[in-house]
C-alpha cells in the first residue's frame, strides 16, 4: 500500500510539476494583446500596496467572496529604516504623529498644571527613547494586526516587490531575489508615495532624514532644521518644539500652501511664539559634516539675496513627496501617467487607462493624500467590482486637520478659493476670535484661537467652507463635515445648539460678518 501511494503521490506530483513548467511558460512568454477570456485567473483581484487604500480595498473585496491576494514589500529608506504592513499612515505618519503630537501637549499641560493646583517636581524633562520605544511598539503591534485581519478575511499575503508583466499579470519578488508570478482579473495600484530629497543640495542625501526616519530614530535627533512648510514639517517641527528640543523651520515662500492662508499665519504665529524658530524665505544650498558630527548648513535669503550658516544635530527634509510609480513598468502595459506629477490618471471610478487597472490613494492624480479618502474609495471600489453597489467615492468637502501645537481643522473652501470661484462680492465671511475655557485659569495666549464660516452670500447662504484654530481640531471639524454632505446653510448651523461651554460651541454662535467691520472677539459666556 505504501509504495501504491508512493507511485500515486509522484504521479501527482509529475502533474502538477507539468501544470506548473507550462503556466511558467505561458507567464514568461509576453505575448501583446494576450487574450485571457477562456483563462482561470489566480485570483480576482491582486492588490500591489499594503497601505491604508489597498488593505481597505482588499478586505473588502475579500469579505464579499472574491479571491485577493496583496502584495507589499517596503523599500528601506536611505538611512535604512523599513517597517511592517501598513503603509504611511500606520508606520511613519498619521499614526505616530499623532502620538509624538500628544507628547508635546503633554509638556504644555505640565506647563498649565501648577495654576490649576498641581505640584509638579521641577524641572521636568523628556525622555526621546522612551517615547520612540513606547510609540515603534505600538505601530508594530498595528502591522501585526493588519496581518491578522487578511488571514481572517482570507485575503493572501505575499511580501514582495510587485511590478505589471501585463495587464492581468503581476511578477513579484522577494528579499531574496525569488520571483513569484499570479494572475488577477482585476489589479488594484496602491503603493503610495515616499518622501523626496532636494536634488540641487549637495550633501541633502548623504546626511538628511525624512519623515520615514524620523519617527523610528532610537535617539533624540537633538537641534533639528526642518526644511519645508507643508503640514508635515509643521507638525513635524512644532512636536520636537513641545518636547523641548530647537526645532527651526525653513520655508521658502508661504507655509500650508493650498490651506486658508489667513489660517496659517495664526497656526504659524502660535509656533513662534511657542518657541518654534523660522527662516522665511530660505532657500538651502548645501549640508556638510562636520568633524564633530554636526551638520552645517548653508542658505539663502531669497529677498536680501545674503547666504547664511547654522548648525544643527539633524536636518528633516519635508519638501514633498514623490508616487512610489517607477518600478511599477505602468506605461509599458499601457497606464497613463501625469507627466509633471508622475502620479496615474485615473477616472471618477478609480480605473485607469486600461479598463481593468485602478488606482487609488497618493498615487492617483488629483486625489488629496489622505488615508480616509483612500480607505473609503477602496471600499467603495471593492463594491462596485464584485457588484454590490455602483457608487463613486466622493472627494468634495473632506474634512482634514493640521496637528500643529495650535491645531487647524478645515473642511471646504478656503476664503481665496471661494473668492475665486464665486466672487469676494458673492460670498459673506463670519468669524470670531475666541477664548478656550481651559486657556483661562492657566492664563494662555488665546489670540490665535479663531473660526470662520465661509457662505454664499445670497439665498440661504449655503456653508462653503469652515474653519478652526484651537484645541482638539479633528474632534471639532468632523462633526460639522456632516453639515456639507447635506448641504447645509448658515441659518442652520445658527439654529444648531451649542454645547457648553466647549469650543466647537462658538461656531453655532458665530454672528459678525468680515464685511461689517464689527469687533469678533467672544467676550463672556
Not at 481572517?152 to 513579484?172: A, F, M, Q, S
Not at 526616519?213 to 537633538?222: A, N
Not at 482638539?472 to 439654529?495: H, I, K, P, R, S
Request: net charge neutral.
Amino acid at each position: 500500500m505504501r509504495s501504491l501511494d508512493c507511485c500515486n503521490n509522484m504521479a501527482a506530483a509529475w502533474c502538477r510539476g507539468k501544470h506548473r513548467l507550462k503556466r511558467f511558460y505561458q507567464l514568461s512568454v509576453q505575448i501583446p494583446n494576450r487574450n485571457y477570456t477562456a483563462e482561470k485567473f489566480d485570483y480576482d483581484l491582486v492588490v500591489i500596496g499594503g497601505g491604508s487604500g489597498g488593505l481597505a480595498c482588499s478586505k473588502e473585496a475579500a469579505h464579499l467572496g472574491q479571491n485577493v491576494a496583496v502584495l507589499d514589500f517596503v523599500e528601506p529608506s536611505l538611512r535604512g529604516t523599513k517597517w511592517g504592513l501598513g503603509g504611511t499612515c500606520v508606520n511613519v505618519g498619521c499614526i505616530p504623529k499623532k502620538l509624538m503630537h500628544q507628547a508635546a501637549l503633554l509638556g504644555t499641560a505640565l506647563k498649565d498644571a501648577p495654576k490649576y493646583g498641581w505640584r509638579i517636581p521641577e524641572p521636568a524633562s523628556h525622555d526621546w527613547a522612551t517615547m520612540a520605544e513606547a510609540v515603534q511598539n505600538y505601530v508594530r503591534s498595528l502591522n501585526w494586526g493588519h496581518r491578522v485581519q487578511l488571514e481572517d478575511r482570507k485575503v493572501k499575503y505575499l511580501n514582495l516587490r510587485g511590478h505589471l508583466v501585463d495587464e492581468h499579470t503581476v511578477r513579484g519578488v522577494n528579499a531574496r531575489g525569488k520571483e513569484t508570478t499570479v494572475t488577477a482579473r482585476n489589479i488594484l495600484i496602491a503603493t503610495g508615495g515616499r518622501p523626496r530629497y532636494p536634488t540641487h543640495v549637495p550633501g541633502a542625501r548623504e546626511f538628511g532624514i525624512t519623515s520615514d526616519d524620523l519617527f523610528w530614530l532610537r535617539e533624540s535627533p537633538g537641534k533639528t532644521l526642518v526644511v519645508g512648510a507643508s503640514y508635515v514639517g509643521l507638525e513635524c517641527a512644532g512636536f520636537l518644539t513641545g518636547i523641548g528640543l530647537d526645532a527651526t523651520l525653513m520655508v521658502r515662500s508661504i507655509a500650508l500652501r493650498g490651506f486658508d492662508q489667513q489660517m496659517a499665519g495664526l497656526v504659524t504665529d502660535h509656533m513662534t511664539s511657542y518657541g518654534t524658530r523660522f527662516c522665511w524665505n530660505g532657500v538651502p544650498k548645501k549640508v556638510e559634516k562636520l568633524p564633530s558630527g554636526l551638520l552645517r548648513v548653508t542658505w539663502t535669503d531669497t529677498q536680501s539675496g545674503q547666504e547664511h550658516q547654522d548648525q544643527f544635530n539633524s536636518v528633516l527634509w519635508a519638501v514633498g513627496r514623490a508616487p512610489e510609480t517607477g518600478t511599477l513598468n505602468l506605461q509599458q502595459v499601457g497606464v497613463q501617467l501625469n507627466e509633471n506629477s508622475g502620479k496615474i490618471i485615473v477616472s471618477g471610478d478609480e480605473r485607469t487607462s486600461v479598463p481593468n487597472i485602478y488606482a487609488i490613494g497618493d498615487i492617483a492624480q488629483g486625489r488629496p493624500e489622505l488615508t480616509p479618502t483612500a480607505i473609503q474609495a477602496g471600499k467603495l471600489l471593492a463594491r462596485r467590482l464584485t457588484g454590490r453597489s455602483n457608487q463613486l467615492m466622493n472627494y468634495d468637502n473632506v474634512p482634514t486637520t493640521v496637528f500643529t501645537p495650535l491645531e487647524y481643522g478645515c473642511v471646504g473652501l478656503s476664503e481665496e478659493e471661494a473668492e475665486r470661484r464665486y466672487g469676494a462680492d458673492n460670498i459673506e465671511v463670519y468669524h470670531a476670535f475666541y477664548k478656550p475655557l481651559e486657556f483661562t485659569v492657566a492664563q494662555r495666549d488665546a489670540s490665535q484661537c479663531y473660526i470662520k464660516v465661509v457662505c454664499e452670500r445670497e439665498g440661504n447662504q449655503r456653508v462653503l467652507g469652515l474653519h478652526y484654530t484651537g484645541p482638539n481640531a479633528g474632534e471639532v471639524v468632523q462633526g460639522f463635515a456632516l453639515g456639507f454632505q447635506c448641504g447645509f446653510t448658515y441659518a442652520q448651523l445658527a439654529d444648531t445648539v451649542g454645547i457648553h461651554p466647549t469650543c466647537a460651541e462658538e461656531l453655532t454662535k458665530i454672528g459678525i460678518t468680515k464685511r461689517s467691520g464689527l469687533d469678533a472677539t467672544v467676550t463672556g459666556c
